[in-house]
């Protein structure tokens, strides 16, 4: 399976994007544009918004963070040195993001996802194919939580997802170094939608 | 290590009315981040700064209000503005790090001028700029070192002001850009920490927390 096909495919992917019924911005124009005026197409949530909705978003986050985890399992055995550190490093974080997710899920009354029994990646043969998987992965995610952020009923949880969304972006900036790549290339992170 | 979505304490001073212990909070963050700006680099970096980014820190945690916080968000970013300015002027950059300067300055530049965008939408009015000689520790600064350290310490506390913020917006499109503009904070971090060899991604979170 190619890349862009993976990344269009994934089931979770696409739930969490449904959940979130808005569109992503593609980059700074639009979010300058964003930022002023007609909301109707993303209305605010409010602290009112039940667990029940707050349980399906988090539990799409947590597919695609136990999917992180498995990629970067599965990407380490072809990186070396300290690019291998870094990939332990955010494999670490895409572990505790879930353990984190579960955790909330839980705390709402819900049941957290598990990882799936094993997924069905592009054919990876070198640490720069690792690398740009990991890239595309991470602004993958970010786009996804971006979006899904409104729509999640309590502050606490929209700041912590922000949270999230500021680690995966560092984690972009690291990737990009690591390929020789303007490591902040834009003004606004949003993400990839694929 | 930033507890899994266990929100952290924040200075929440309603109607102006904080607890003992919620200044004690403000009182800790204040003098630890004094402390830290202090010991780095062996210089004494902008001590005198860290209350005005604390104090816009303080006014986003301080309303619920979307303008107020549009309002506080734009001092800060106009401030992160100076200060890349400042550093880029100072002629104590490498050629390299200049640029890295250059471009993080154009993109706080985007941040205020969006946000300027966005209140003006809502009706409201942008507050008056900052001075450079609001940040009186920006002179202080001697070498690349203490510039990327002094860096380090805003970017920290932009993203704890967007962090606090972020729980509080109302506007769908506005928590949209605010996560937008803290990912892109927190990529600054990363090129700033491996300037001066830090870890470059320490957490898990990135909440502007140490």
Redesign the interface.
Known sequence: MDLDRFLRDPLSRRRFFRMSG?SV?GG?AM??A????D?TD?????PDESDAADVEILNSALDLELMAVAAYKAGAMLLKGEVLAVGR??L???Q??A???A??IK?AGGRPNRSKPSYDFPQLKSQTDVLRFAVDLENTA?AA???A??KLGK????????????????????LL?ALGEQ??P?????GKAA | MVPPLVPRARILIADGAAGTAQIAEFERDRRELIRRGLGLGGAVIAASSIPLLLSVRNAFAATDNDADILKSAITLERTAVLVYGAAIDSKLLSEGFGEVARRFRDHEKEHADALITALTDLGGTPPAPPSAKDIEGLNDLKSQGDVANFAIELEMASLAAYYDAQGKLADAKLLQAGASIMANEAQHLVVLRQTVKRDRVPNAFETGAK
Do not use: M
């Open positions: 808005v911005a700074s979010f300058l964003a930022c002023g005026g909301d993303t209305p605010a949530t409010g490093q955010f670490e974080h895409e505790e993001h353990d984190g997710l955790t909330a705390d970010i939580y971006i979006d952020l409104p502050g606490d949880l929209r700041a912590t997802a922000s949270a999230i969304v500021a680690n995966e972006a560092e984690h972009v900036a690291v170094g490591q902040v834009d003004a606004f992170v949003v």
